[in-house]
């Protein structure tokens, strides 16, 4: 139960940081903000294989 509630916090963080710099600085500009986006998915998704699962293991 707790890595469930954990995951899907880190999935609401990572959508919130994704959406607020959508907003505030890449509203204009489409393939930075693809790049942008997909770069942040990865990391996320490193950080997430990486070192966080192994909490929870």
Request: glycine share 8%.
């Amino acid at each position: 139960m707790k890595h469930t509630i954990f995951v899907v916090g880190y999935l609401v963080v990572m959508g919130g940081l994704i959406v607020t710099l959508d907003v505030l600085f890449l509203r204009e500009h489409f393939w930075w903000r693809l790049g942008t986006n997909i770069g942040i998915v990865v990391v996320f998704a490193v950080a997430y294989l990486l070192w966080l699962k192994k909490v929870f293991t």
